[in-house]
């Protein structure tokens, strides 16, 4: 990719992205800068407040950009409905979904249908939207969905006989279930999709370390003054980490089943580069385990092939 930047980004007029979790941190910037290059983006938040702060920013230093605000708490699946729901009944034609929103290592709490919060909003939330809007999206031109997992994928596993954590939680085990889980749903996605003859792109992405509000919103205690110190030592700038999902999501380079994290320091910082999730992330039987409970839970069924 040759040290790819944001600069190469190619025109993006007339195409349509959602991003979530864009009034803040990696969807915050890329949200900008795909605004910068033309597109029209569906900024989601959370808080409405938040979003309208965003959204107003946004617009006062790019007074041309099109951008609009709608509400989404992806850790409640009325809400992902909702959105969804809108946006197919508005016939809004999305070209890109970036499932970027997530939240990181905090006590365990339930989401609104009872689902550990990491889990619901991080994996089960997108996993959700996504099939909502898959049908959208494939009426799109060079449709993508870009997942965005972590580093830290590498230490997960998926904790199917305590998905909530009732035996057994730990906020940085949790967190990591929730992108190993990300890894899992975007790699089956792309096979799924290539089984169905689909020209939708399923691309996972990660951002290294990189210094956003997640490392201060979520850990609490000891967990949080440690990330408070690291950050200004360790982390990335926040445009810096935006690089890897602004390649997945625009590059015409990049391919379903691609996972684009930093060329540097272990994948910590750097530029777009292909990387390799951990092996076990690979496993069909468990992906396809995941799948089935992810569609049980959300009741949000893909209208793709399921595999041999």
């Known amino acids: 990719m040759n040290r790819w930047t944001a600069d190469q980004i190619p025109?993006?007029?007339?195409?349509?992205?959602?991003?979530?979790?864009?009034n803040s941190g990696l969807g915050y910037?890329?949200?900008?800068?795909l605004a910068?290059?033309?597109?029209?983006?569906?900024?989601?938040?959370?808080?409405?407040?938040?979003?309208?702060?965003?959204?107003?920013?946004?617009?006062?230093?790019?007074?041309?950009?099109?951008?609009?605000?709608?509400?989404?708490?992806?850790?409640?699946?009325?809400?992902?409905?909702?959105?969804?729901?809108?946006?197919?009944?508005?016939?809004?034609?999305v070209d890109v979904l970036?499932?970027?929103?997530g939240i990181m290592m905090p006590p365990r709490s339930l989401t609104k249908q009872g689902f550990e919060l990491q889990f619901g909003t991080n994996h089960l939330g997108h996993f959700a939207l996504t099939g909502l809007l898959l049908d959208t999206l494939a009426k799109g031109r060079d449709p993508r969905v870009v997942t965005v997992s972590s580093s830290l994928h590498r230490r997960g596993s998926i904790h199917f006989d305590d998905l909530t954590g009732a035996r057994s939680y730990s906020p940085t085990e949790f967190y990591s279930q929730s992108k190993f889980a990300?890894?899992?749903?975007?790699?089956?996605?792309?096979r799924r999709l290539r089984a169905s003859g689909s020209e939708v792109r399923s691309i996972l992405a990660h951002p290294g370390y990189s210094a956003?509000?997640?490392?201060?919103?979520?850990?609490?205690?000891?967990?949080?003054?440690?990330?408070?110190?690291?950050?200004?030592?360790?982390?990335?700038?926040?445009?810096?980490?935006?690089?890897?999902?602004?390649?997945?999501?625009?590059?015409?380079?990049?391919?379903?089943?691609?996972?684009?994290?930093?060329?540097?320091?272990?994948?910590n910082r750097g530029h777009p580069k292909v990387v390799q999730p951990v092996g076990s992330a690979k496993d069909p039987e468990t992906a396809r385990r995941l799948w089935?409970?992810?569609?049980?839970?959300?009741d949000v069924r893909f209208r793709l092939p399921a595999l041999a």
Do not use: C, W
């Open 212 to 267: 956003t509000n997640l490392q201060s919103s979520g850990p609490t205690g000891l967990l949080n003054l440690l990330m408070k110190i690291s950050n200004p030592i360790m982390a990335q700038h926040v445009s810096m980490g935006a690089l890897d999902q602004l390649y997945a999501a625009t590059d015409p380079n990049a391919e379903g089943g691609q996972f684009i994290g930093p060329d540097r320091l272990a994948e």
């Open 11 to 22: 025109d993006q007029t007339s195409r349509t992205f959602i991003v979530t979790g864009a």
């Open 98 to 101: 970036i499932n970027n929103a």
């Open 36 to 93: 910068l290059r033309g597109a029209h983006v569906i900024m989601t938040a959370r808080n409405e407040t938040k979003g309208h702060d965003a959204l107003a920013k946004l617009t006062a230093g790019q007074p041309g950009a099109s951008l609009e605000l709608r509400l989404l708490d992806l850790s409640d699946l009325d809400s992902v409905r909702a959105l969804a729901e809108g946006v197919i009944a508005d016939r809004v034609q």
């Open 182 to 190: 990300n890894v899992l749903f975007g790699l089956e996605l792309d």
């Open 29 to 33: 910037e890329t949200t900008r800068q």
């Open 292 to 298: 089935e409970v992810s569609e049980e839970l959300t």
